[in-house]
C-alpha cells in the first residue's frame, strides 16, 4: 500500500495589525461607554436621592430630624403608625382613592368613544372637533373655576365635597381624548374592515377589535389620570376646602405639615404614604405605560 502522506495544516489567518487607527477607535468606544452611563447614573442619582432623603429622614426621631445628620441613629418605624393614626388621615386616603379611582374610570369610558369617532370616522366637522379638544387643552382650569365654582356651589349646592370634580370627569378629558386618539390612528382599518366584513357593527367592532388592541392606550391615559386626580391640590383646594371630612391626601398633608412644623420626621413619613401608592402603580403598569405613550403619535 502506498504509504499516506499527512496533509499539511491550513495556514491559520494572519491577525490584523493593532493600528494607531483601531486603537484609537477603542478608545472612543470606552469613553463613549463611560460618558453615556455616567449621565445615566448622575440622572439617576438626581432623581433618587431626594426620595432617599424624605424616607430617611422619616426614620429619625424628633430631636435628629432637626440636625444635619443623614441616616438615623435608631431606625423609628413608629413614626408611620403615629401618622396613620392622626384624625383625619385615614378619611383623606379613602377620599384621595374615591377621587382618583372613580375618576379614572369615568374618564377612561368617556374618552374611548369619542377618541374612535375622531380617529377612525369620517363626518363633517371631525377637523373642528379635533381642533375644539386641542383648544380645551390649551385652557388653564383657573380660566374657568370661577362660572364652575358658581355653578357647583350655587346652582347644584355640592361645595364642601369632591363631586364637582369626579362628575366632570365623566363627559370626557381633552388631554385623554387626544393621546388616545392618536394611538388609535395607529391600528389598520383592515382589521375594522374585516370585523365588519363577519357581521359587527360599530360597538362590536370597538368591544371585540379595536380595545383589545388599544391596551398600551387605554393603560397610558388611565395612568396619567389617576396620578394627576391623585396630585391634586387646586381642585380639591376650591371645593373641599370648608369640609375637612372631604380632603383629599394632597390638601389634608399641608395641614399636617403646618400642624407639625417641627415634626420633620413626621412630615417625610406622612409624604412617603402620600408618594408610595403612586410609586408602585407606576412601577407595576411602567411597561405599558411606556409603550402607549410611544406608539402614540405615529400617524398625523
Given at each position: 500500500?502506498?504509504?499516506?502522506?499527512?496533509?499539511?495544516?491550513?495556514?491559520?489567518?494572519?491577525?490584523?495589525?493593532?493600528?494607531?487607527?483601531?486603537?484609537?477607535?477603542?478608545?472612543?468606544?470606552?469613553?463613549?461607554?463611560?460618558?453615556?452611563?455616567?449621565?445615566?447614573?448622575?440622572?439617576?442619582?438626581?432623581?433618587?436621592?431626594?426620595?432617599?432623603?424624605?424616607?430617611?429622614?422619616?426614620?429619625?426621631?424628633?430631636?435628629?430630624?432637626?440636625?444635619?445628620?443623614?441616616?438615623?441613629?435608631?431606625?423609628?418605624?413608629?413614626?408611620?403608625?403615629?401618622?396613620?393614626?392622626?384624625?383625619?388621615?385615614?378619611?383623606?386616603?379613602?377620599?384621595?382613592?374615591?377621587?382618583?379611582?372613580?375618576?379614572?374610570?369615568?374618564?377612561?369610558?368617556?374618552?374611548?368613544?369619542?377618541?374612535?369617532?375622531?380617529?377612525?370616522?369620517?363626518?363633517?366637522?371631525?377637523?373642528?372637533?379635533?381642533m375644539l379638544v386641542i383648544?380645551?387643552?390649551?385652557?388653564?382650569?383657573?380660566?374657568?373655576?370661577?362660572?364652575?365654582?358658581?355653578?357647583?356651589?350655587?346652582?347644584?349646592?355640592?361645595?364642601?365635597?369632591?363631586?364637582?370634580?369626579?362628575?366632570?370627569?365623566?363627559?370626557?378629558?381633552?388631554?385623554?381624548?387626544?393621546?388616545?386618539?392618536?394611538?388609535?390612528?395607529?391600528?389598520?382599518?383592515?382589521?375594522?374592515?374585516?370585523?365588519?366584513?363577519?357581521?359587527?357593527?360599530?360597538?362590536?367592532?370597538?368591544?371585540?377589535?379595536?380595545?383589545?388592541?388599544?391596551?398600551?392606550?387605554?393603560?397610558?391615559?388611565?395612568?396619567?389620570?389617576?396620578?394627576?386626580?391623585?396630585?391634586?391640590?387646586?381642585?380639591?383646594?376650591?371645593?373641599?376646602?370648608?369640609?375637612?371630612?372631604?380632603?383629599?391626601?394632597?390638601?389634608?398633608?399641608?395641614?399636617?405639615?403646618?400642624?407639625?412644623?417641627?415634626?420633620?420626621?413626621?412630615?417625610?413619613?406622612?409624604?412617603?404614604?402620600?408618594?408610595a401608592p403612586v410609586i408602585?402603580?407606576?412601577?407595576?403598569?411602567?411597561?405599558?405605560?411606556?409603550?402607549?405613550?410611544?406608539?402614540?403619535?405615529?400617524?398625523?
Open positions: 500500500m502506498p504509504q499516506l502522506l499527512d496533509k499539511p495544516a491550513p495556514a491559520s489567518p494572519a491577525k490584523a495589525p493593532y493600528t494607531p487607527a483601531a486603537r484609537t477607535a477603542r478608545r472612543k468606544a470606552l469613553l463613549h461607554w463611560i460618558a453615556v452611563h455616567s449621565l445615566g447614573v448622575a440622572a439617576a442619582l438626581f432623581f433618587v436621592l431626594p426620595f432617599v432623603f424624605v424616607v430617611l429622614t422619616s426614620l429619625m426621631n424628633d430631636q435628629q430630624a432637626l440636625t444635619r445628620d443623614l441616616t438615623p441613629n435608631t431606625w423609628e418605624w413608629g413614626n408611620y403608625r403615629q401618622v396613620f393614626e392622626t384624625p383625619g388621615f385615614l378619611i383623606w386616603w379613602r377620599n384621595t382613592l374615591l377621587y382618583a379611582g372613580l375618576g379614572t374610570v369615568l374618564t377612561v369610558v368617556s374618552s374611548i368613544p369619542v377618541a374612535y369617532a375622531l380617529a377612525k370616522f369620517r363626518f363633517r366637522g371631525r377637523k373642528l372637533s379635533l383648544s380645551m387643552m390649551m385652557l388653564p382650569p383657573q380660566v374657568v373655576i370661577i362660572p364652575m365654582y358658581l355653578f357647583w356651589a350655587k346652582q347644584m349646592d355640592l361645595s364642601g365635597s369632591l363631586w364637582p370634580l369626579i362628575i366632570p370627569m365623566a363627559f370626557g378629558d381633552a388631554f385623554s381624548i387626544f393621546l388616545l386618539r392618536q394611538f388609535l390612528l395607529t391600528i389598520p382599518n383592515e382589521y375594522l374592515d374585516a370585523a365588519k366584513v363577519d357581521g359587527c357593527g360599530e360597538f362590536r367592532t370597538l368591544i371585540r377589535v379595536v380595545l383589545p388592541m388599544a391596551k398600551p392606550g387605554i393603560a397610558a391615559i388611565a395612568l396619567f389620570q389617576f396620578f394627576a386626580a391623585w396630585n391634586d391640590y387646586f381642585g380639591p383646594q376650591i371645593y373641599a376646602s370648608e369640609n375637612p371630612a372631604a380632603w383629599t391626601l394632597s390638601y389634608g398633608l399641608e395641614s399636617f405639615k403646618g400642624a407639625h412644623h417641627t415634626n420633620w420626621n413626621l412630615t417625610m413619613a406622612a409624604t412617603v404614604l402620600v408618594m408602585a402603580v407606576f412601577f407595576f403598569a411602567q411597561k405599558a405605560f411606556v409603550e402607549g405613550v410611544t406608539l402614540t403619535g405615529v400617524k398625523g
